[in-house]
């Protein structure tokens, strides 16, 4: 017999460096789960990625055991370690903070494929060059 959900939860931690301590703690202890549990699992498999930020799917179940699955990082962080900046632009039709070639934006495409809703490589390219639009960053082709 299956076990009985009783939250699915939804999170982002540094990959390799996820502590009990906020934000994971308080939000992890309202459900009974062993945060140093979690937060060994989730550094042991995201180790290669370390200080990447990771977005996790948390399923914890009646007994309060768990499984997670981790996903790809955003697309921003993404773009973000390729150009090596802080952060976007605050006004990314007026200041652009960096430029991506077409090569840099398929690998980014490649890297993020399983987890957006196209299977189209081009499609994929256009999701990834929006969001670079959006944070102020030009693509060049």
Same mark, same amino acid.
């Given at each position: 017999?299956?076990?009985?959900?009783?939250?699915?939860?939804?999170?982002?931690?540094?990959?390799?460096?996820? /502590?009990?301590?906020?934000?994971?703690?308080?939000?992890?202890?309202?459900?009974?789960?062993?945060?140093? *549990?979690?937060?060994?699992?989730?550094?042991?498999?995201?180790?290669?990625?370390?200080?990447?930020? /990771?977005?996790?799917?948390?399923?914890?179940?009646?007994?309060?055991?768990?499984?997670?699955?981790?996903?790809?990082?955003? /697309?921003?962080?993404?773009?973000?370690?390729?150009?090596?900046?802080?952060?976007?632009?605050?006004?990314?039709?007026?200041?652009?903070?960096?430029?991506?070639?077409?090569? *840099?934006?398929?690998?980014?495409?490649?890297?993020?494929?399983?987890?957006?809703? /196209?299977?189209?490589?081009? %499609?994929?390219?256009?999701?990834?060059?929006?969001?670079?639009? %959006?944070?102020?960053?030009? #693509? #060049?082709?």
């Amino acid at each position: 017999m299956a076990k009985k959900i009783t939250k699915v939860l939804k999170l982002m931690a540094a990959a390799g460096a996820a /502590t009990p301590a906020p934000p994971l703690g308080p939000t992890l202890a309202p459900y009974g789960i062993s945060t140093q *549990q979690f937060c060994m699992e989730f550094n042991e498999r995201t180790r290669e990625n370390n200080g990447v930020l /990771t977005p996790v799917v948390l399923t914890i179940y009646e007994d309060r055991t768990f499984t997670f699955i981790t996903k790809t990082p955003p /697309t921003s962080e993404l773009i973000r370690r390729e150009l090596k900046i802080k952060a976007g632009s605050a006004k990314p039709n007026l200041e652009k903070v960096g430029k991506l070639t077409m090569e *840099q934006v398929k690998r980014i495409a490649e890297t993020k494929m399983v987890d957006l809703n /196209t299977k189209n490589i081009d %499609q994929a390219v256009k999701i990834i060059e929006g969001t670079a639009r %959006q944070m102020g960053v030009e #693509v #060049v082709k």
